[in-house]
């Protein structure tokens, strides 16, 4: 017996040996930006492709100063064209809309996809591609000819640019030396990878995806040595942008698609608001006008805030009236429809009495009809389309709307309910 509990022990301890000796490097591809190995299918917060126009409803473009730097959306290569003029300073960016939501304890993953050095470039050009805005970001830039990546950071109040250029990239400077053998042509398309860890302080990767193999070129190290975050927040826009200088060359940058995928899902936290007419009655009075019954924008401190839109409510007190209710983004409204903040949320709230609203984009729209007594109506509100801010901070306005079908003299009461974070 006891020869056969010393074997017993002898196996345990080889195997417990080997066991340990078993380690998985996820230092690369195969691990998140976590370390943790990318098993689990990642929750897509956005993606785009250009198959049929430069998609307005998600992106906003904009000659930001200066001239000579315009865009052209062409459908045989499903991809937007920026191009500037010889000798002319400028700045001309596209920028989604939206900022994604980083869930602290994610691997937040992006990709995007163009040729940074399509023509062009040198003398005061400077081209880039990634995920940032004025303030803060991470984002590949070919400056001036060399090719860098790039951490901007508002931590101080002042936009600061950490720059690497590619010949000093910690992990493989793509020059043909690096641990991949390969070397990089920028005037090629490219899939363009960062993957972060935020929490105020984590790691964030850059890399190129080649032949389905990511590569990444260099990281940044950023916890147990900064005494602050690497960057104000983590909620930023995709960009593409171009500037120039009146001694630049004509250049070209090529934007082609972009997907943000939160790896290991994202779970349906924050808080549940609301904001309705409360005790006031939103008089529509006319046959076929649209009225603007509650709207919500975004406070211009908070853009960066993730807002989902849940469901809207509406009734009718009269009775006997037919209505029409729809959801629009970024109406014209006319009137008095006077925004103010709301408490402990990310947004500001509008309701009016007399306005009216034309144009904008219709999210959600639906029918109902009140009886002798009143009525009410409400609808599920899904849509790929959040609120957000163009180009200049300029903010999205949802409205809820009502337009009175065959019927006059309409009392309407409205609520809106979302969820959001910070």
């Known amino acids: 017996m006891a020869k056969i509990l010393q074997t017993q022990a002898i196996v345990a301890d080889t195997f417990r040996t080997q066991f340990d000796s078993v380690k ?20 897509v917060l956005f993606d785009s492709k250009q198959l049929f126009d430069n998609e307005p409803l998600f992106w906003d473009e904009e000659l930001e100063s200066g001239a000579g730097i315009s865009s052209a959306h062409s459908v045989d290569t499903a991809s937007t064209t ?9 700045v001309f960016t596209r920028q989604t809309f939206m900022r994604f939501n980083y869930q602290p304890g994610k691997s937040q993953l992006i ?20 995920y940032f805005d004025d303030n803060n970001g991470l984002f590949f830039s070919d400056i001036e000819g060399v090719v860098n990546i790039v951490r901007r950071t508002n931590v101080t109040g002042t936009p600061a640019d950490n720059a690497v250029a590619q010949s000093n990239w910690s992990v493989d400077a793509m020059d043909g030396t690096g641990p991949s053998g390969l070397t990089i042509d920028w005037s090629k398309t490219q899939i363009f990878v960062i993957d972060f860890e935020w929490l105020g302080v984590g790691r ?15 990281e940044m190290l950023n916890a147990n040595l900064l005494d602050e975050v690497y960057m104000s927040t983590p909620n930023l826009p995709l960009r593409y942008q171009m500037t120039t200088t009146a001694s630049s060359p ?6 082609i698609c972009a997907s943000v995928a939160s790896e290991a ?21 006319s046959d076929g006008t649209i009225y603007p019954v509650v ?70 729209t639906g029918f ?36 009175p079908i065959s019927s006059t003299n309409c009392d309407v009461h409205g609520s809106v309910t979302w969820r959001e974070s910070p």
């Open 82 to 90: 920026l191009t500037s003029t010889l000798n002319t300073a400028g």
């Open 295 to 364: 709207g919500i924008r975004l406070k211009s401190t908070n853009i960066g805030a993730d807002i989902n839109l849940i469901d809207v409510n509406l009734s009718e007190t009269q009775g006997g009236k037919t209505l029409e209710w729809l959801v629009l983004m970024n109406p014209t409204v006319t009137g008095t429809f006077t925004f103010a903040d709301i408490t402990n949320s990310s947004l500001q709230g509008a309701t009016g009495d007399a306005a009216t609203a034309t144009g904008g984009t219709t999210l959600a």
């Open 368 to 403: 109902f009809t009140s009886g002798t007594r009143g009525g009410s109506g409400s609808g599920l509100v899904q849509n790929a389309i959040k609120l957000g801010a163009a180009i200049d901070n300029t903010v999205d306005e949802i409205v809820l709307c009502v337009r």
């Open 111 to 130: 990709l995007m996809t163009g040729i940074l050095r399509e023509s062009g470039g040198g003398t005061g050009v400077k081209r880039s591609i990634g």
């Open 24 to 43: 998985i490097n996820t230092n690369n591809s195969s691990g998140d930006a976590f370390g943790r190995l990318r098993v689990s299918e990642p929750t």
């Open 265 to 285: 899902g994202q779970q349906e936290l924050g808080s549940i608001q609301a904001y309705s007419t409360g005790s006031s009655v939103i008089s529509a009075n």
């Open 250 to 255: 004509a250049s070209t940058l090529k934007h």
């Open 204 to 218: 964030v990767r850059f890399g190129v995806n080649i032949d389905g193999i990511t590569y990444y070129v260099h």
